[in-house]
C-alpha cells in the first residue's frame, strides 16, 4: 500500500508564475525510508510542507492512506516534521518542548516521561532537559527538534536537514540511530537532505528534484550507477562524475575524446554522433601491466588532495577539469605528469542535447569477487 | 585627556538632569513646608513634618479616589491587553480577505487625536447609562489602534514556523494564542501594560466629563479639586497630594522595568 501518494501535484505561491514545483507524481510505500536531494532552492522544502499541510497544494492530488488529503488540517494528517529551521518554542525548556505535542495529544504522563526519556538517551540530550532553547548549541537545538519529532512517533514522518548542524561523528551515529528507530516503528520517513553520504546510505529510495521536477527516482546504489542525465550524474557522488564532449565514431566503433584520448567500445545502438561521456573519479585506474581492456593516457596534474584513505588529483582533459580518486596515499606535485588508465566499459554515455543517459557503465560490482569472499 | 572629557560629560548630564528633575524635587520639597514658607520662596523646608500630607487627606476623600484610580487603571490595562492582542493576533495569525486594508484603517484611526471624539463618546456613554460607573472609565479604552499595532509588530517577528509546527502538533488557535504567544511577547506585553496603566492614572478630561460625583472621581480630579477649594491655594497641600499621586506610577515603572527582558525569541530558529 502506498502511504503517502503525490498525483501530478504542482505547487505555485500566490498563483505567481514560475512553478516551484512541477507535475510530481510520486508513490511513498508504507514504511519506506525516501530520501529528497536537489540543489539549494529546488522546491524540497516546499514539498514537505505541502505534504504537511502547511501549504495548500496548487493543482493535483495527494492521498495519505490511500485518501484524498488535500483539504485535510495538518494535524488530522498526524504527520510529525523536523524543520529546516528548528522552530522550537523559546520560552519553554528542553522537556516541554520535547513533550509539547504528546500534552496536546492527551499522551498519559508515565508514556510521554518514558519516550522523553528513550528519544534523551538515544539523541544524548538527558543533561540538557532543563535548558530552554537558547542555552543550546546549534546541534544541540537541532537535536531537540529531531526529539520532538521521535516521542510523537506518527506514522509518517518529514525530515528537512536533520542532521545539518551536527558534527561528523555525531552525524554519522544519529544516520544509524534515525534508520533503526524507523525501522522500529514502521514509519514512513520522508527525508530532505544535501548530505551525500545521508542520501546514498540511508534511503530504500532516492528522489533527485532539480528546479521542481523529478529528475529520477530508484534505488540509491542504481541512480548513482545509471544516472538518469548528466544532472543527476553530476549531483550524486563526491567528488563528481567526470564529463566532457566525445565523438563516437560507428564504424571504428571509436569514443575519440581529444586525438590523443580514444577509447575502443561497442555501442550498437548508437548512431555517430557528438556525446557527453561521463566518468566517476574511483573508474580513473593506476595502470596495470598486460590488461587489454585499459587505455593508457598522460596527464599533467594541477591540484593535489591527500585525504589520508584517498587522494584525489585534478587534470585537464580538453576544456573540464577531470578528478581521480585513487586508493592510499600518493605524494604527487602539481605538474608532474603522471600516466593513467581508462576503461571503456565504465563510461557513462549521455546524448549531447537532451542530456540523457543512452549507456551506463557496464562494471559496477564486484559479483565475481563478493563469490569468492561470502562464506 | 580621556578622564577630564568624561568628567565633563557628566557634569553636563547631571545639569541636564537636575533640570528635568526639578519640578518633581521641588514639588517634593514644597510638599514639607508651610503656606508662608512657599511664598517667600524658599527651596528647602525648614524641617520635614507630614502636617501637608495628613491635610491632604483630610481634605479630600484623596483615599477613595487613589482606590478608584488603582482599579480603573488596573482594568484598562488588563483589558486593553485582552483585546489588543486577540485583535493583533487576527491580524498576524489569522488569513483573511481584506486584512491588510482592514489593518491600516484601524491603524489610521491614530490619526485623530481623542479630543476630536470625545463629544460623541460622551454621548455614547451617556445613553448608556454609564455616566459615574467604572464602565464608563475603563470600557471606551480597551481597544486601542496604538496597542494592536505594537502588538502587531511583535507578533509578526514570532517565526511563522512556530505556528506550523504548533498546528502540527493539533493546537488550534486559542490554545497556540495562549500557550506560545502570549508567553513569547512579555516584553511586548508589559510595556504596553505599563504604558496604559501610566496614560489611565493620569487622565483627567474624560474622568471629569463622565464622572460627577466624589464616589467614582479618580485621583487626578481630585487634586485638582484642592486648589479651587480654598481662597489662597495651599501650596503644600496640593504638593503632598502630588507626590501620594505620583507614587504608584514609580512603582509601576520600577516593577515593569524588571520584565522588559530582551532575546526572549532566542533559539527558536536556526
Ligand atoms: N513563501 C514563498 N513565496 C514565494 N516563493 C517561495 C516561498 N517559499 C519558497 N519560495 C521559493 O520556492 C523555491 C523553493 O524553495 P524551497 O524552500 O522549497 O527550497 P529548498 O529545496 O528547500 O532549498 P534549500 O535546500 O535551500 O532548503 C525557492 O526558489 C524559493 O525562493
Ligand atoms: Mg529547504
Redesign the interface.
Known amino acids: 500500500m502506498s502511504e503517502v501518494e503525490l498525483l501530478n501535484v504542482s505547487k505555485l505561491y500566490g498563483n505567481k508564475q514560475p512553478y516551484i514545483i512541477k507535475n510530481l507524481d510520486v508513490n511513498i510505500e508504507s514504511g519506506e525510508f525516501f530520501v529528497i536531494v536537489g540543489p539549494s532552492g529546488c522546491g524540497k522544502s516546499t514539498l514537505l510542507r505541502m505534504i504537511a499541510g502547511l501549504e495548500n497544494i496548487s493543482e493535483g492530488v495527494l492521498r495519505i492512506g490511500g485518501e484524498m488529503a488535500n483539504h485535510w488540517s495538518p494535524s488530522q494528517r498526524d504527520i510529525s516534521m523536523v524543520f529546516q529551521n528548528y522552530a522550537l518554542y523559546p520560552h519553554l525548556n528542553v522537556r516541554e518542548n520535547i513533550v509539547f505535542g504528546l500534552r496536546v495529544k492527551k499522551i498519559s504522563p508515565e508514556e510521554r516521561e518514558k519516550r522523553l526519556l528513550e528519544a534523551c538517551e538515544m539523541l544524548n540530550l538527558t543533561a540538557y532537559l532543563n535548558r530552554k532553547p537558547r542555552e543550546l548549541s546549534g546541534g544541540q537545538r537541532q537535536r531537540v527538534a529531531l526529539a520532538r519529532a521521535i516521542v510523537s512517533q506518527s506514522p509518517i514522518c518529514l525530515m528537512d536537514e536533520p542532521l545539518s548542524n551536527l558534527d561528523a561523528k555525531l552525524r554519522a551515529h544519529m544516520r544509524g540511530e534515525i534508520r533503526k528507530i524507523q525501522r522500529q516503528f514502521g514509519t514512513t520517513m520522508i527525508y530532505v537532505t544535501h548530505d551525500q553520504v545521508e542520501a546514498m546510505t540511508m534511503g530504500d529510495r532516492m528522489m533527485i528534484l532539480n528546479q521542481g521536477k523529478i529528475q529520477q527516482i530508484g534505488r540509491p546504489i542504481d541512480i548513482y550507477n545509471h544516472p538518469a542525465n548528466t544532472f543527476v550524474a553530476s549531483f550524486i557522488g563526491s567528488p563528481q562524475m567526470n564529463m566532457c564532449e566525445a565523438y563516437y565514431d560507428g564504424n571504428s566503433q571509436e569514443i575519440r575524446i581529444n586525438k590523443d584520448l580514444k577509447l575502443t567500445m561497442t555501442l550498437p545502438k548508437l548512431k555517430t554522433s557528438t556525446y557527453i561521456i561521463g566518468l566517476r573519479p574511483e573508474y580513473i585506474h593506476i595502470p596495470q601491466p598486460n590488461n587489454p581492456n585499459q587505455t593508457i593516457v598522460q596527464v599533467e596534474i594541477n591540484h593535489v588532495e591527500l585525504l589520508g584513505n584517498d587522494t584525489l588529483f585534478s587534470f585537464q582533459i580538453n576544456d573540464q577539469q577531470w578528478i581521480a580518486k585513487w586508493n592510499g596515499q600518493w605524494l604527487f606535485e602539481p605538474g608532474d605528469k603522471i600516466s593513467i588508465a581508462l576503461d571503456a566499459d565504465e563510461l557513462c554515455v549521455f546524448d549531447k542535447d537532451t542530456r540523457q543517459l543512452v549507456h551506463s557503465s557496464t562494471r559496477q560490482d564486484h559479483d565475481e569477487l563478493q563469490k569468492g569472499v561470502l562464506a | 585627556m580621556m578622564a577630564i572629557k568624561r568628567g565633563s560629560l557628566y557634569v553636563v548630564l547631571i545639569l541636564i538632569a537636575l533640570l528635568l528633575f526639578f519640578p518633581i524635587i521641588y514639588a517634593f520639597l514644597v510638599s514639607f513646608m508651610s503656606t508662608k514658607e512657599v511664598l517667600m520662596g524658599h527651596l528647602i523646608p525648614k524641617s520635614f513634618s507630614l502636617t501637608n500630607y495628613i491635610d491632604a487627606f483630610q481634605a479630600l476623600p484623596l483615599l477613595h479616589s487613589l482606590i478608584n484610580s488603582m482599579l480603573v487603571s488596573i482594568i484598562t490595562t488588563i483589558g486593553q491587553i485582552i483585546v489588543c492582542s486577540l485583535a493583533a493576533y487576527a491580524f498576524v495569525f489569522i488569513e483573511f480577505r481584506g486584512r491588510q486594508f482592514l489593518f491600516f484603517l484601524f491603524v489610521s484611526t491614530m490619526m485623530i487625536p481623542w479630543e476630536a471624539s470625545i463629544i460623541p463618546n460622551f454621548v455614547t456613554v451617556q445613553k448608556l447609562g454609564w455616566i459615574n460607573h467604572y464602565a464608563a472609565l475603563t470600557i471606551p479604552f480597551f481597544a486601542t489602534a496604538f496597542g494592536t499595532f505594537l502588538l502587531r509588530q511583535h507578533f509578526k517577528t514570532i517565526?511563522k514556523?512556530?505556528h506550523?509546527?504548533s498546528?502540527?502538533?493539533?493546537?488550534g488557535h486559542l490554545?497556540f494564542f495562549l500557550k506560545?504567544v502570549m508567553?513569547?511577547s512579555k516584553t511586548s506585553l508589559v510595556t504596553l501594560g505599563i504604558y496604559c496603566f501610566l496614560t489611565t492614572w493620569n487622565s483627567y478630561l474624560w474622568p471629569l466629563l463622565v464622572t460627577t460625583d466624589e464616589r467614582s472621581r479618580t485621583a487626578q480630579i481630585g487634586l485638582r479639586q484642592l486648589h479651587a477649594q480654598e481662597n489662597v491655594t495651599q501650596w503644600g497641600v496640593v504638593m503632598a497630594g502630588v507626590v501620594i499621586v505620583a507614587i504608584p506610577t514609580l512603582l509601576v515603572l520600577f516593577l515593569g522595568q524588571k520584565h522588559l527582558q530582551k532575546?526572549?525569541?532566542?533559539?527558536?530558529?536556526?
Open positions: 517565526p514556523e512556530l506550523e509546527a498546528r502540527m502538533a493539533g493546537l490554545s506560545v508567553p513569547v532575546g526572549l525569541m532566542d533559539g527558536a530558529v536556526k
